[in-house]
């Protein structure tokens, strides 16, 4: 028998339990840490407690130990000896004290800033403290290096915030009975509190036989566990969404009452796309009964038509849902099949199989209140909406949604809010609004209020020229190679970058990139390890990581709020800040104190509650930022947060179910045409020079079907690389933790890239072979796996194979980064929502071998142990 | 591919898993286990102390000593002694500690005349009893063993034995030559040749129905026969196992006059294909995958 | 005395190995060196295909083969049906390996202890505190948590199992969850033809 007396496994070792909340992603699911009597962190494991993840953990919340004590870890402030910079560059570090490294910082910023603010690039990114992303305010400067938000979300952010005034949005797991994934893992394998979403989605597939259909070029996950697969090829999502649209218009499976009543699917669209309004500026719809235009709050109005053409103030016009009618005319099934290959008969299928499963007309009850109840949802994420024609796609899945009511009714299609604190600005729930003419006020700006409108231009990335959208960061690359035709006539030289890899997230050419930070006069970087961009930093400011520090948040959840505690569970293992301190450190090198206090407290909703605010000329911690969150949540102080961990409820349904009962929902987006016409006018006005080949075909009202320009590439590229990431390493930074890599590299969708065999077969490809893998724009080196799971006109590549050299070597490096496949530049950019097309034209190469820049050091090529 | 290919090589995909815990080591001392029990249970019916010796030093140092060096734990290994009633392992063990002793003090005994006549024989039985245990119970810990069905189907006690008989008739032969029992008896002579091609005809249809056994046993069985007939080890298996070790040496002893270099080379050929077939036997040893959707699928 | 078991939904499970992970949180295991994982399957033709997750851990089979192939009494079950090995008795001989139908078992290698999970020999402090319960030349495998079981707490791969597709109970107690999912939905064990009655059920 074992003789030994004392506990062998961790959690039941001698020690105390912490409650605390997970970072491993951007999300906060609640967690409890075990650390031993010698102060060793050994067992991280859900919070029971809360009903968001139920005490669940994914992989990576599960290897956050192996963050904490990794020996990669920067240990000091660090300031760079080698002057040479570049990609694997050893930058030399040498160790330097805080005062030291925080003046140099300081003395460096305010060199810029006394020169030209705009010369100042901030990438900052850290989602679970969302109010350092304002810290640029202080500067007056909005000039970010944006590395997060539009990739995954350019039109995604903007298009939840016209439908539903929020951030992102969720199929209600509550009530779902057929749920569509398209593009996206939410539920299976990434996005939105992924374990516990997996959690609540798993309950509904087994105990409810919640039926799901997934539209993806690959077997993600979700397509493995859902009921049917549909491969789809890539970037054709939005015309299969409209096909669908098509059925259900056409077979009239459609939820009348709702559009009539809920949306502006009645007002009517005069010949510019604008509604059609009487002098006073307020809207018409139709009489169907008394055959007459009326003013869409008429008492009088027996029935407002959705479909007919009519005549108006002289103007020709239709309604809304009409005008939708007519785009559908031109997809049926049929005709979006030689786009999408998915067979008609499959799309008519299911969308009779989702217009049934919605019970159109069916009604529940929740909370004393009637509300319509809708079991089928359509949801989607980043590879479907990642295209060209990003808004467009986005407000087609919406709009499958809208045809059966489905929009934040219990079982539809709901909006998520990202962090509720913040109730005036970025979604918080306290957001909606009434607009106009019975409408509710539409909310594209999710991440920062709108960047004005500027010439020449004060952003390097546009954002100025994106009055609805996401910072595109990748132009950044774009206008500064031509910086004379954007009219750029400063030209950044000090980057500073928190929680931040640009490098690894944008799409471009990677030298181009290089160049781009070879040019920067001085860069530093607030970080916990070392990647693709802070190895070219001047200065490494160390943070605490998410054992070590304070905070309170809760981030972007689906079906529950309440805020998370993060409490230190060891003191810091080295000589570490938080983000609070350093940011505070250097606000007040640079005279900023104040306002960035007059900004937290803004940002942090603070004002709220006056006995909150934040004096201001003090610096305060993470731990006083922390408990001021939890206070304005619910009251409680921080003992009750360290007591309970969280304050996590489920979504009160008056907040979560058509919070904005009694206004109508954007079914037709004139904001969007306003937005076009509003730009237009200012370039005019500034007489921009490229005003002309500005993409004005971008910004539509309604979706069409006309394809991203990705299809139009020269037909040699013959077939369509997309990237994909599962739940091991949803969301950034995982590949180099040695549990996630003892994983991710044993499965073999993680360890080479995705081809069908009959596409193999007729490129004479095989199992194992070397392939560079080329687009119009750059190219990568794979091998390639045959896998009966892949459309065959699609290569499908794992995040966890595009990490290039840097100078942590527990990360393996891949045969390039996917990322420089896609173009960065103006005609592959949504100029309504600035996202960035996602998937490549690629043809393959067979190579003799690996080549040997490719296959040195820790590759993910090389045999044996390589972590 | 990843559907088609269904050796899992450690990845995590559902397949045949190769068992890696058995390896050189333990064939090697398989292999001098299976020769010098066979050699001693020959040479001791024609009192060859020699051969006797040899076998008895060849269990000892390259059986025994072959198993310390694998144990992850050497220096507790005698504790495998604790459970004869249900480990092959155990019996084989306890085997081995008998037939060393019995088998040392039998050939002082032949040489010194020390024990009285009942013990000495007694001691001669027991040391021939261990010996013969020696020779069949590496089959049995192999085939006692469901986990893998290249070794699960029953044929792998009579390989033990059969490659073992052939083994002690070949040596021998070799050891023997000039020694009075074969150099003044030819008759004896062609009767080992005879056994031992006869052997080798039985060990050739032992191998070939155990893998013929195992590749209908299973699908990891028949993963394991496809890697020795077709695969990554058929260039090792086919030529070694089979035509070296069997068709090859049993065709040069029919033909074989009465020359010493030819009985070595007989005996080296037939040896090393032995060899061989230890090493494989472990090498292509998989385990079926615990759940299987795809094999269903196909049968 | 209870019986303990575990059913795998493979109706719920995803694939994503946290429960690999949990397990190596929970026991210090080396790298490559796992006591559970879940393993994936490609089936059919595209684009008639599926992949199927299949979880795996030691089954703690009532007759277990490794016990009985064991030539030292290291592996022993306990009242409880957990089947258990003891550092103090294990030689290191693999027989318990080769004799266990599911590939369950690892025989700690010197390097394994060695290298430490970033490499170079270098030991984290969780590593430090961990490693301890390990020695060089041994087999290990699964206990089904037995420290945490015997405190009335479930393994830890059950408790992070994000679709909790793991479901552990008592299999000799009618009205545990692990037996009724087992009738309700036909639990199978895993190579039953193996003859080893193993307490690990598997329902789809």
């Known amino acids: ?867 | 591919m990843i559907a088609s290919n269904r050796i899992a090589d450690g990845t995590f995909r559902v397949g045949v898993g190769l068992q890696k815990a058995w390896g050189v080591q333990m064939a090697t001392a398989f292999f001098f286990g299976e020769a010098g029990a066979g050699l001693y249970f020959v040479a001791q019916f024609f009192d060859f102390t020699l051969g006797m010796f040899a076998g008895l030093v060849m269990v000892l140092f390259g059986k025994a000593g072959g198993h310390i060096l694998h144990l992850g734990q050497p220096l507790r290994g005698w504790r495998a002694l604790t459970k004869v009633r249900s480990s092959w392992v155990s019996r084989g063990l306890a085997a081995i500690v008998l037939f060393v002793v019995a088998g040392a003090l039998h050939l002082i005994d032949l040489r010194a005349g020390v024990l009285p006549a009942g013990v000495s024989q007694l001691v001669a039985a027991l040391a021939l009893a261990a010996c013969f245990v020696i020779m069949i119970y590496q089959g049995f810990a192999m085939s006692h063993s469901t986990a893998i069905a290249l070794w699960s189907g029953g044929l792998m006690p009579i390989a033990s034995l059969t490659y073992a008989l052939l083994n002690g008739v070949l040596l021998t032969l070799v050891l023997g030559f000039d020694a009075p029992f074969l150099a003044e008896r030819p008759d004896t002579v062609r009767l080992l040749q005879v056994l031992a091609v006869a052997l080798m005809l039985y060990g050739l249809v032992t191998v070939l129905s155990l893998l013929h056994g195992a590749r209908h046993a299973s699908e990891a069985g028949r993963q394991s026969v496809a890697l020795l007939l077709q695969g990554g080890f058929a260039r090792w298996f086919v030529p070694l196992v089979i035509g070296v070790g069997f068709v090859f040496s049993a065709l040069m002893m029919l033909a074989a006059p009465p020359d010493f270099a030819w009985m070595l080379a007989v005996a080296g050929l037939e040896l090393a294909g032995y060899y061989a077939f230890r090493v494989l036997m472990f090498k292509a040893g998989s385990y079926d995958p615990a759940l299987s959707l795809a094999y269903r699928f196909r049968h | 005395m209870a019986k303990w078991g575990m059913v795998f939904d493979l109706r719920r499970c995803i694939g994503c190995n946290a429960c690999a992970v949990a397990c190596k949180q929970e026991n210090s295991l080396p790298d490559g060196v796992f006591f559970t994982k879940t393993l994936s399957e490609e089936v059919g033709e595209y684009p008639d295909v599926t992949r199927s997750y299949v979880p795996t851990i030691c089954n703690h089979c009532e007759d277990a083969p490794c016990e009985r192939a064991c030539p030292t009494g290291a592996t022993y079950t306990r009242p409880d049906g957990i089947v258990m090995v003891d550092r103090n008795k294990c030689i290191g001989c693999g027989t318990c390996i080769v004799a266990c139908p599911y590939d369950q078992r690892t025989r700690l290698e010197p390097e394994m202890l060695k290298e430490g999970l970033f490499g170079g020999g270098r030991m984290t402090p969780f590593e430090e505190q961990g490693i301890g319960r390990f020695t060089v030349g041994t087999v290990v495998k699964c206990t089904f948590c037995h420290e945490r079981v015997d405190a009335g707490q479930l393994p830890a791969c059950v408790a992070t199992c994000p679709t909790e597709a793991r479901i552990f109970g008592d299999l000799d107690d009618p009205t545990s969850r692990p037996r009724q999912l087992i009738l309700e939905r036909r639990g199978r064990q895993p190579l039953p033809e193996k003859n080893t009655n193993p307490r690990v059920f598997y329902i789809d």
């Open chain 1, 1 to 867: 028998m074992e003789t030994l007396t004392q506990p062998v496994q961790n959690s039941m070792k001698p020690g105390k339990w912490l409650n605390s909340s997970c970072k491993m992603c951007i999300h906060s699911c609640t967690t409890r840490i075990h650390v031993t009597e010698d102060g060793v962190i050994n067992k991280i494991e859900g919070n029971p407690t809360s009903p968001s993840n139920n005490g669940r953990l994914c992989p990576k919340g599960n290897a956050a130990i192996l963050r904490h004590y990794d020996p990669a870890r920067f240990r000091t402030p660090l300031r760079r000896t080698n002057p040479e910079k570049g990609p694997g560059v050893d930058p030399k570090w040498a160790p330097i004290g805080w005062d030291e490294a925080l003046d140099l910082v300081g003395r460096e910023l305010r060199k810029t800033l006394e020169e030209d603010p705009r010369k100042l690039m901030p990438a900052i990114n850290d989602f679970q403290k969302l109010f350092l992303w304002a810290w640029p305010a202080a500067l007056g400067n909005a000039n970010y290096l944006s590395s997060v938000g539009n990739f995954c979300g350019g039109g995604y952010h903007p298009m939840n915030g016209f439908i539903h005034a929020a951030f992102a949005a969720a199929n209600d797991v509550n009530y779902c009975n057929y749920w569509i994934n398209n593009g996206g893992g939410d539920g299976f394998s990434s996005h939105l509190h992924t374990a516990a979403q997996a959690n609540h989605v798993a309950k509904a597939r087994v105990e409810r036989n919640m039926r799901v259909v997934v539209v993806e070029p690959r077997l993600s996950i979700g397509a493995a566990k859902a009921n049917e697969w549909v491969p789809i090829r890539p970037a054709t999502d939005r015309q299969f969404a409209l096909g669908l649209a098509h059925v259900l218009v056409a077979e009239k499976l459609y939820d009348a009452k709702f559009l009539k009543k809920d949306t502006n699917a009645p007002y009517l669209v005069g010949p510019d796309g604008y509604f059609v309004r009487n002098g006073e500026g307020r809207i018409y719809v139709w009489d169907a009964v008394d055959n007459c235009a009326r003013l869409w709050d008429d008492p009088e109005i027996k029935e407002v038509a959705l479909e007919g053409t009519y005549t108006v103030e002289g103007k020709p016009c239709r309604p809304a849902f009409q005008k939708f009618k007519d785009i559908l005319a031109e997809c049926s099934p049929e005709q979006m099949e030689t786009l999408t290959t998915v067979p008609a008969a499959t799309t008519r299928r299911i969308a009779r199989e989702f217009a049934k499963a919605a019970q159109i007309g069916s009604f529940i009850e929740i909370d004393g209140r009637m509300l319509p109840l809708r079991p089928a949802a359509y949801n989607y994420y980043r590879g479907a909406q990642g295209h060209k024609y990003s808004a467009m796609a986005n407000h087609a899945f919406k709009l499958v949604n809208f045809l059966v009511g489905g929009i934040d009714a219990p079982g539809g299609h709901v909006g998520v809010t990202l962090d509720d604190q913040m109730q005036d600005i970025r979604g918080g729930c306290g957001q909606i609004q009434p607009g106009e003419n019975g409408m509710m006020q539409t909310m594209p700006h999710q991440l920062h209020p709108e960047v004005p409108f500027s010439w020449p231009p004060n952003e390097t990335h546009l954002m100025g020229f994106f009055p609805i959208g996401v910072d595109p960061g990748h132009l950044t690359q774009h206008t500064l190679a031509n910086a004379e035709k954007f009219g750029l006539d400063y030209r950044p030289d000090t980057l500073l970058m928190c929680h931040s890899n640009p490098l690894w997230n944008l799409p471009g050419d990677r030298e181009q990139w290089y160049a781009l930070l070879r040019s920067m006069r001085f860069i530093v970087a607030v970080d916990i390890l070392p990647n693709e961009s802070n190895e070219w930093a001047d200065v490494i400011l160390p943070s605490h990581d998410l054992l070590e520090s304070w905070n309170m948040t809760m981030i972007e959840p689906p079906h529950h709020e309440g805020m998370c505690l993060r409490q230190p569970a060891t003191p810091p293992l080295y000589d570490t800040k938080s983000e609070e301190e350093i940011f505070y450190e250097i606000s007040e090198r640079l005279g900023l104190l104040e306002t960035w206090n007059g900004i937290l407290n803004f940002v942090n909703g603070f004002h709220q509650k006056p006995e909150l605010l934040l004096e201001p000329n003090r610096k305060y911690s993470d731990r006083e930022i922390a408990e001021r969150k939890g206070k304005l949540w619910n009251g409680q102080d921080l003992d009750w947060y360290v007591e309970h961990g969280h304050a996590v409820t489920p979504r009160r349904p008056d907040k979560w179910y058509r919070p904005w009962d009694g206004m109508r929902l954007h079914f037709y987006l004139e904001d969007i045409v306003r937005a076009r016409d509003t730009l237009r006018q200012k370039m005019e006005a500034a007489d921009v020079p490229f005003r002309h080949e500005w993409e004005w075909g971008d910004y539509q009202p309604l979706p069409t079907a006309v394809p991203d320009p990705v299809h139009l590439e020269p037909a040699d590229f013959d077939l369509y690389a997309i990237t994909f990431k599962d739940i091991q390493i949803n969301f950034g930074e995982s590949i180099g933790n040695p549990w996630i890599n003892d994983i991710v590299f044993k499965d073999p969708v993680h360890t080479a890239v995705l081809l069908n065999p009959k596409t193999a077969r007729e490129r004479r490809l095989d199992e194992g072979d070397i392939v560079r893998i080329e687009s119009p724009y750059g190219s990568i080196v794979a091998k390639i796996g045959l896998s009966e799971g892949v459309h065959p006109d699609a290569v499908c590549v794992s995040n966890a194979l595009t990490r290039v050299a840097t100078q942590n070597t527990g990360v393996r490096h891949g045969g390039g980064n996917f990322n420089q496949l896609l173009p960065a530049n103006l005609r592959h950019t949504d100029a309504c929502s600035g996202q960035p097309e996602t998937v490549a034209k690629v043809r393959l190469t067979k190579l003799a071998s690996v080549p040997a820049e490719i296959a040195a050091g820790n590759s993910v090529f090389s045999k044996g142990r390589a972590h």
